[in-house]
């Protein structure tokens, strides 16, 4: 075995396309659905991870801040999953870079905890397949397990540790996969802190909201219109399906009580807006995630112009709009 070390990993944030929304099993992060999503090229984290010599506590710091209470107990949790496996002691020394705003909706725990898990594995001198990555970083957050993977991924619910894991989706690669065709715009109406964590959020949903049972129902559904939208190539189904699924995801935990409502004013104006970009010719068709932020999926060739026009027609209502142009991104990168 190596002599535990040091590592960094790098990995990109995803979006999903057909959500995660409610947890079978709170210990080991096992979903009530399989979900599929599309991992970003511009969103992502870099994280090192040092096992010290000395005993201690694991230090953590993200965008030079040092992480504290609950953000840092989840991130020793992951830690302790890799040291038992390894048969270390060693506190570590986690230093992480996001070039996702924290906290917002944009996936910053996807992406982190995908960063994560690659780095803590290979400083500890374990040699893990990308499934058995993609089930620790399950670990720590669930959306986490997809970001191991570039392009588009499915994260099967599976019923144990074991079946529980991301893979890539065929989507005809050779000379370029359906995912290369793709877009997403991002539209942060809101940068801040939610007030509301998405894992309280659909705990509230699964234990309180009628809604939530009837959208499990439709979800096996939805999810095969999407892979065979995929193999086909079609864009305006995979976009129908996606926005219909985030829709009713959302509606599940309005419906809860309390009711969660992430959406604001400008998220309306925004889904409006798609709307209407959608009346006017364009490809485009939104997701939500657990805030305010709304993400337009488009076809890689129109969405510059999409994002021009939907900043003219919303910048006057909404002047702190911040717009992000992104595009299918890679699987986790791991460098010793
Ligand atoms: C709305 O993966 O952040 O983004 O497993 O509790 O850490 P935990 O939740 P998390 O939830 C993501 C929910 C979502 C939808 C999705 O990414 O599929």
Redesign the pocket.
Known sequence: MRRPGAATATAHA???L????G?ADHAL?L?RTS?L?LTLDELYTTTTVRFLDAPGDDRVTLDGEPVTGRPLQRITALLDLVRERAGLRAPAEVTSLNTVPTAA?L?S??SG?AALAGAAAAASGLDLSPRELSRLA?R?????S?SIFGGLAI?HAGTDDASSYAEPVHDGAEGGGFADELALVVLVLDAGRKTV???EA?RLSVETSPAYEPWVAGHAGQLAEALDAIAHRDLARLGEVAEANALG?HATMRAATPSVDYLTEASHAALRAVADARASGFPAWATM??GPNVKVLTSADRADALERWLRQRLEPSVPQLRTIVTHAGPGLQVTR
């Not at 720590?140 to 986490?144: D, E, L, M, N, T």
């Open positions: 995803n979006i999903a057909i959500k995660y929304w947890k992060i979903p979900s999503s909706g996936a725990s996807a905890f399950r720590g957050s669930g959306s986490a997809r994260w964590s998405s894992r659909m995801m995630d657990a």
